[in-house]
């Protein structure tokens, strides 16, 4: 059997061992105590214990005074430290927070990662009344404006990858083909929130160079009904297009 036919010909059962652990304390909000892990991976609680010690002194896991343990937030220290996303980040945080000033509205960035789009900025607007998403939430390809900008701008091969790699994997139908087709010859999406009643995603490409998507800029518009003088959705997709090609220019 040839190394790429085996994938584990390499396997570092330590390592393994330690992802397991910070996989499984990631999708819990108030963390586990050590026989809870022990017992979700299958493991003896004197192999959990030596793990969790070093995860706990290398920063990735605290224990809490419950006698649980979570995760801290070193690995999105990690992440963001990545010069590219840090220098995309640098480039767009001013841009987003003049349209957030000007337009009323909350808007975030997001890039993809492994079958979705994961936020790694979001800036309120200047009132009390947001709708927002906290930054790292993972959101969908297939449902959102952000995907829909994604999978749009994407060559085939790839977007298929993409679609591929989703939790579960989800196929190209032809309606959504279709209204991938409307969306990369207008440049932009503008559709009705399949999450929130009354929201409308507004979602613009982040472009480098040769025309590949970087990251997407949102905006979840929401009408104010108590501010007469706020830009209309209309005018606020004008405003976040203008954004995104602003920050396009500064990252070709």
């Not at 945080?93 to 337009?103: K, N, Q, S, T």
């Not at 009705?192 to 613009?204: E, G, T, W, Y």
């Amino acid at each position: 059997m040839s190394q790429l036919e085996d994938p584990d010909k390499y396997r570092a059962p330590a390592l393994d061992k330690g992802l397991d652990i910070l996989e499984l304390l990631a999708g819990t909000e108030e963390g586990l105590s050590q026989a809870e892990i022990a017992k979700a991976l299958d493991r003896s609680p004197n192999e959990i214990y030596r793990m969790l010690d070093r995860l706990v002194r290398r920063g990735y896991v605290r224990r809490t005074s419950a006698d649980r343990y979570e995760v801290t937030l070193k690995l999105f220290e990690l992440a963001y430290a990545r010069p590219p996303l840090q220098r995309l980040l640098s480039q767009a945080l001013p841009v987003m927070r003049r349209f957030a000033r000007d337009a009323e509205q909350a808007c975030h960035l997001a890039t993809y990662d492994r079958g979705a789009l994961v936020v790694a900025a979001q800036v309120d607007g200047p009132g009390y009344w947001n709708v927002s998403i906290r930054v790292g939430s993972r959101i969908s390809l297939v449902n959102t404006g952000s995907g829909h900008i994604l999978l749009a701008f994407a060559g085939p091969d790839e977007r298929r990858l993409m679609l591929d790699e989703q939790d579960p994997p989800e196929g190209l139908t032809a309606a959504l083909e279709e209204r991938l087709k409307q969306v990369r010859r207008q440049g932009y999406e503008n559709m009705p929130s399949r999450q929130i009643a009354a929201v409308s995603n507004l979602s613009v490409p982040i472009l480098g160079p040769m025309g590949r998507v970087l990251a997407v800029l949102t905006c979840p518009y929401s009408e104010r009904l108590d501010v007469r003088t706020a830009p209309g959705r209309d005018r606020v997709m004008e405003m976040l297009i203008g954004c995104g090609e602003e920050i396009s220019q500064v990252r070709g």
